[in-house]
């Protein structure tokens, strides 16, 4: 308004200058002091422009845009695949599947007049949900319901209720069920590995959530994208040594033994021992890593790796390496184990009967402890301990899995005489099944030791193998260890039909409270298959087997007769009464 | 004839490059759009095809567990592990 008025003055100044101008000089004066003011004016609104769009200063463009991105511009997650885990033959394991998680801020929803529907199809009651919001009241988050399977999410999404979102992420699941849960582990409810080989593979099988950047609206919805800021990168499959039809075959006869014997706990591994790869690792008890509710976690414990025990006669093939090694006997030497007992010490050391003069080979078939006895004081205990070491005992198997234990090996100052022959016949030591496995799969690779892998190898993967025993040897316990499932042996119930199985039984005292107790035990068994052509090792535990057949030569025998004679199957491994091929059926039948 | 000023000229042509620059703006950021468009419903496809993959994953192991297999063949199909007297060894 003043402007107008101003240039009105001007104009009527101007006609009227040509009369007079004097009276009007004022008017011009008045005008240009308003246009300079309205000027300033303007021109420091510019200057307030220029400063914070364009110049760098203190809370200035920089700290503008922040501020408005602050309010407008969010980053979300763009969840990534975790690796699918399978077996050597590519059957899955463990495979992530796309869920749905709902979500809400309480601020917004609290308002809702739609609680009862929204409560309804999530399938809680509206008290529960209204307590639910109460909780989270002065939060801007909560999740209504996690890692849905899709179709569920959608059903609640379609409501269409104001404030619910909805957010993606994927969840761990386990096909083979409760058949390989000790071996491949858990995740929590944010992806990570927490347990068994979930937890060691973690980095690799691990995807990298990426990033993409989204405008919201004033309720929180996004509005559009901005674009990707990171691309997530799923994480890398893993094929593990297992081959699954063998570990569940192997799961099936343990978890049936345990029924048959009443035992508390078991555990079953089979190994390949040429390549080193592990076959098969089964446990009892059992759980489902589908459900985490009523989880027990002393049930996820994976026995084979974590738990060691005494070897009792198990460790008895061992001894007997040391004895061949020193020269002073063969498996036809001859040791005279009469009365069938023996004192070491204040200790009387006895044998189920008196087995009279017999040879190394049959002390080992009879599990006598006096024999043992005899040739652990003729060795002394530093060869036998020195085989022991030789074999891999009291060290760690190197397969990555958490928890897993070495064992232990006695180093003491002074050894006691019954110290000394204990430890020839498996007591003062402790061995996981797994590193009993390892130890007798020297014996089916010729003396060769080849580390242990969990994880398929590459066949053309050269195995570094290392010299631990002479072949001749080798071959010496695996004929003594073919003995041991024959007429006389301890392991008849180990037999198959049709194969030759070596192996060695045990029977061990559990140690309670008051040391050894008298009618607690764990029955042992470890396996060879087939002898003749020697690759499969399996070792077997059973804790506390209730009722007679308690020994390792019944409770846990007859198991591994089970497990290999399918596993044999499995493989199409040549029967022995058949090895005669019949060439006419072959010429009959054309072949390849 | 009016003969245009050389400086007239290039205004006229400045001014038609700054509207037909406009309008490429407008055009590029037209098909960015487009594209994020593109983008956004690839990815919910693959979404939607990872959904599947994984629950036939899931379906096919389930319907191949050995222990789903075994007891099929056993109780519907009368089937049984040869026993050793059924075994033929062939030479290749």
Same mark, same amino acid.
């Given at each position: @308004?003043?402007?107008?008025?101003?240039?009105? $003055?001007?104009?009527?100044?101007?006609?009227?200058?040509?009369?007079?101008?004097?009276?009007?000089?004022?008017?011009?004066?008045?005008?240009?002091?308003?246009?300079?003011?309205?000027?300033?004016?303007?021109? @420091?609104?510019?200057?307030?422009?220029?400063?914070?769009?364009?110049?760098?200063?203190?809370?200035?463009?920089?700290?503008?845009?922040?501020?408005? $991105? @602050?309010?407008?511009?969010?980053?979300?997650?763009?969840?990534?695949?975790?690796?699918?885990?399978?077996?050597?033959?590519?059957?899955?394991?463990?495979?992530?599947?796309?869920?749905?998680?709902?979500?809400?801020?309480?601020?917004?929803?609290?308002?809702?007049?739609?609680?009862?529907?929204?409560?309804?199809?999530?399938?809680?009651?509206?008290?529960?949900?209204?307590?639910?919001?109460?909780?989270?009241?002065?939060?801007?988050?909560?999740?209504?319901?996690?890692?849905?399977?899709?179709?569920?999410?959608?059903?609640?999404?379609?409501?269409?209720?104001?404030?619910?979102?909805?957010?993606?992420?994927?969840?761990?699941?386990?096909?083979?069920?409760?058949?390989?849960?000790?071996?491949?582990?858990?995740?929590?409810?944010?992806?990570?590995?927490?347990?068994?080989?979930?937890?060691?593979?973690?980095?690799?099988?691990?995807?990298?959530?990426?990033?993409?950047?989204?405008?919201?609206?004033?309720?929180?919805?996004?509005?559009?994208?901005?674009?990707?800021?990171?691309?997530?990168?799923?994480?890398?499959?893993?094929?593990?040594?297992?081959?699954?039809?063998?570990?569940?075959?192997?799961?099936?006869?343990?978890?049936?033994? @345990?029924?048959?014997?009443?035992?508390?706990?078991?555990?079953?591994?089979?190994?390949?021992?040429?390549?080193?790869?592990?076959?098969?690792?089964?446990?009892?008890?059992?759980?489902?890593?589908?459900?985490?509710?009523?989880?027990?976690?002393?049930?996820?414990?994976?026995?084979?790796?974590?738990?060691?025990?005494?070897?009792?006669?198990?460790?008895?093939?061992?001894?007997?390496?040391?004895?061949?090694?020193?020269?002073?006997?063969?498996?036809?030497?001859?040791?005279?184990?009469?009365?069938?007992?023996?004192?070491?010490?204040?200790?009387?050391?006895?044998?189920?009967?008196?087995?009279?003069?017999?040879?190394?080979?049959?002390?080992?078939?009879?599990?006598?402890?006096?024999?043992?006895?005899?040739?652990?004081?003729?060795?002394?205990?530093?060869?036998?301990?020195?085989?022991?070491?030789?074999?891999?005992?009291?060290?760690?198997?190197?397969?990555?899995?958490?928890?897993?234990?070495?064992?232990?090996?006695?180093?003491?100052?002074?050894?006691?005489?019954?110290?000394?022959?204990?430890?020839?016949?498996?007591?003062?030591?402790?061995?996981?099944?797994?590193?009993?496995?390892?130890?007798?799969?020297?014996?089916?690779?010729?003396?060769?030791?080849?580390?242990?892998?969990?994880?398929?190898?590459?066949?053309?993967?050269?195995?570094?193998?290392?010299?631990?025993?002479?072949?001749?040897? $080798?071959?010496?316990?695996?004929?003594?260890?073919?003995?041991?499932?024959?007429?006389?042996?301890?392991?008849?119930?180990?037999?198959?039909?049709?194969?030759?199985?070596?192996?060695?039984?045990?029977?061990?005292?559990?140690?309670?409270?008051?040391?050894?107790?008298?009618?607690?035990?764990?029955?042992?068994?470890?396996?060879?298959?087939?002898?003749?052509?020697?690759?499969?090792?399996?070792?077997?535990?059973?804790?506390?087997?209730?009722?007679?057949?308690?020994?390792?030569?019944?409770?846990?025998?007859?198991?591994?007769?089970?497990?290999?004679?399918?596993?044999?199957?499995?493989?199409?491994?040549?029967?022995?009464?058949?090895?005669?091929?019949?060439?006419?059926?072959?010429?009959?039948?054309?072949?390849? | 004839?009016?003969?245009?000023?050389?400086?007239?000229?290039?205004?006229?042509?400045?001014?038609?490059?700054?509207?037909?620059?406009?309008?490429?703006?407008?055009?590029?950021?037209?098909?960015?759009?487009?594209?994020?468009?593109?983008?956004?419903?690839?990815?919910?496809?693959?979404?939607?095809?990872?959904?599947?993959?994984?629950?036939?994953?899931?379906?096919?192991?389930?319907?191949?567990?050995?222990?789903?297999?075994?007891?099929?063949?056993?109780?519907?199909?009368?089937?049984?592990?040869?026993?050793?007297?059924?075994?033929?060894?062939?030479?290749?």
């Amino acid at each position: @308004m003043n402007l107008r008025v101003a240039k009105r $003055a001007v104009r009527a100044g101007a006609r009227r200058k040509s009369v007079t101008a004097k009276p009007h000089t004022m008017a011009a004066w008045r005008f240009w002091f308003m246009a300079l003011l309205l000027a300033s004016l303007a021109g @420091m609104l510019v200057g307030r422009l220029v400063l914070i769009q364009a110049l760098d200063q203190d809370r200035g463009a920089a700290f503008l845009k922040k501020q408005g $991105a @602050m309010r407008a511009v969010r980053l979300a997650e763009i969840p990534a695949y975790r690796g699918l885990v399978t077996d050597r033959h590519g059957a899955p394991l463990a495979v992530s599947t796309p869920v749905v998680s709902l979500w809400a801020n309480p601020q917004h929803l609290a308002d809702s007049g739609r609680l009862d529907e929204l409560a309804h199809a999530l399938g809680m009651s509206l008290d529960d949900l209204r307590k639910r919001l109460a909780l989270y009241a002065d939060k801007q988050f909560m999740y209504l319901l996690r890692h849905q399977t899709p179709e569920k999410a959608r059903a609640v999404l379609d409501l269409g209720i104001a404030g619910v979102r909805s957010e993606r992420a994927y969840q761990r699941f386990y096909p083979a069920g409760e058949v390989v849960s000790h071996l491949v582990g858990l995740t929590n409810v944010d992806g990570e590995g927490i347990s068994g080989l979930e937890k060691t593979f973690d980095t690799w099988l691990e995807g990298l959530p990426g990033k993409k950047r989204y405008i919201k609206d004033l309720h929180g919805d996004a509005v559009r994208d901005i674009g990707v800021v990171e691309d997530p990168r799923p994480g890398k499959a893993l094929a593990l040594s297992i081959d699954l039809r063998l570990q569940y075959l192997q799961h099936r006869e343990l978890q049936r033994a @345990m029924a048959e014997t009443g035992a508390q706990a078991g555990a079953a591994v089979t190994i390949d021992a040429w390549t080193g790869e592990i076959l098969a690792v089964s446990n009892h008890p059992v759980f489902n890593p589908n459900s985490r509710a009523g989880f027990d976690y002393a049930a996820a414990r994976n026995r084979v790796v974590t738990d060691a025990f005494e070897p009792g006669s198990t460790i008895k093939p061992l001894t007997l390496v040391a004895a061949l090694e020193s020269g002073q006997f063969t498996i036809d030497t001859i040791v005279d184990t009469s009365p069938g007992w023996i004192k070491v010490g204040s200790k009387v050391l006895p044998d189920p009967r008196n087995h009279g003069a017999i040879s190394v080979s049959r002390i080992i078939e009879k599990s006598s402890q006096v024999g043992v006895t005899k040739i652990a004081q003729t060795l002394g205990h530093e060869p036998i301990l020195d085989v022991f070491r030789r074999f891999g005992l009291g060290e760690p198997t190197l397969t990555g899995f958490p928890g897993e234990r070495a064992g232990v090996l006695p180093n003491r100052e002074r050894w006691s005489d019954i110290e000394k022959v204990t430890l020839a016949f498996g007591y003062g030591l402790s061995a996981t099944p797994l590193q009993m496995a390892h130890a007798y799969s020297v014996f089916a690779n010729g003396g060769e030791r080849v580390p242990l892998s969990l994880v398929k190898r590459n066949p053309t993967e050269v195995v570094p193998r290392e010299r631990i025993i002479s072949p001749d040897v $080798a071959r010496d316990v695996l004929t003594v260890l073919e003995r041991v499932t024959g007429d006389e042996g301890t392991a008849r119930l180990a037999r198959v039909d049709g194969f030759a199985v070596g192996g060695k039984t045990g029977t061990v005292h559990k140690v309670g409270a008051q040391g050894y107790m008298d009618d607690r035990y764990l029955a042992l068994f470890v396996g060879i298959a087939p002898v003749d052509n020697p690759r499969y090792v399996t070792a077997i535990v059973v804790d506390e087997p209730k009722g007679d057949a308690y020994a390792g030569g019944a409770a846990a025998a007859p198991i591994y007769a089970r497990i290999a004679g399918g596993l044999l199957h499995l493989q199409n491994a040549v029967p022995r009464a058949r090895q005669a091929p019949e060439t006419q059926l072959a010429s009959l039948g054309g072949g390849q | 004839m009016i003969v245009p000023h050389r400086q007239t000229l290039w205004l006229v042509g400045l001014a038609l490059g700054c509207v037909a620059s406009a309008l490429g703006v407008v055009y590029s950021s037209h098909i960015c759009r487009e594209y994020y468009a593109t983008l956004q419903s690839l990815e919910s496809q693959r979404w939607a095809a990872q959904e599947d993959y994984s629950r036939l994953l899931l379906q096919e192991s389930t319907l191949a567990s050995p222990h789903r297999v075994l007891s099929i063949a056993t109780e519907q199909l009368g089937m049984r592990v040869p026993g050793m007297g059924a075994d033929r060894v062939v030479v290749q």
